[in-house]
């Protein structure tokens, strides 16, 4: 089966949001062309979905700015405004973006000990959301990537897939997906492609009909 991973396209990482990636909201009409022909059985979205005070805002971080590094369960992490709290509108999927054509939601963040990028596990790699499991069990051979932010979390969603999901081809839909930096975006490139992502166009995507 052919599924598709809408990575964090939600409110607070759109013009407007809490920790707005420029042109995030570009990336809404590239993943409702690719719900609506690209011939998936299967769609999920992403969603960061933060408790109140989690551990990687700035604002649990006495004298800590948005966009410092800081430290988070011993280890180095990026301090961020505060964030896709949950419930807020903040958190809301982009109201322009098919949630009706949605099967499956993964959440995460939740935990506020550690962050998570990645729609698989969290930045530990202690904790999964079983959502590698989701995939296995309705036998995805091929995903297809797109979302917010590609240096951040469709970076690390993308690198896990390739890791967890070994028998998929995961592909990751360029048109669809915008950055925070332009060198973290060249840099998320580059090593999603060294590990095995494949790297395409939404023409490509949606001439694909595998």
């Known amino acids: 089966m052919k599924a598709l ?10 013009p407007g949001g809490n920790l707005a990636v420029a042109e ?13 022909r690209g ?39 990026m301090m961020w405004p505060d964030h896709c709290v949950q419930g807020t509108e903040d958190a809301a999927f982009h109201p322009d973006l098919n949630v009706s054509a949605i099967d499956y939601v993964q959440r995460k963040g939740e935990d506020p000990a550690v962050d998570s990028y990645s729609a698989f596990r969290d930045n530990d790699k202690n904790a999964v959301t079983g959502l590698d499991a989701v995939l296995k069990e309705k036998n995805v051979t091929v995903l297809d990537i797109v979302g917010l932010a590609t240096d951040y979390c469709v970076r690390f969603s993308a690198l896990d897939a390739r ?47 595998r």
């Not at 991973?5 to 759109?14: E, K, P, S, Y």
């Not at 999920?44 to 006495?62: T, Y």
């Open 163 to 209: 890791a967890m999901l070994p028998h998929a081809t995961v592909r990751l839909v360029t048109d669809g997906c915008r950055g925070i930096t332009e060198e973290g975006v060249t840099e998320a490139l580059a090593e999603m492609r060294d590990a095995g992502v494949e790297i395409i166009s939404l023409d490509e995507a949606l001439h694909d009909h």
């Open 5 to 14: 991973l809408l990575v964090d396209i939600q409110n607070g990482f759109c």
């Open 39 to 77: 011939g998936y059985g299967f769609v999920v979205a992403s969603q960061d979905w933060h408790p109140p005070g989690h551990g990687s805002f700035a604002s649990s971080h006495p004298g800590k700015a948005p966009f410092e590094v800081g430290e988070l369960a011993g280890k180095p992490q």
């Open 24 to 36: 995030g909201d570009a990336v809404v009409p590239v993943a409702n062309t690719l719900i609506e």
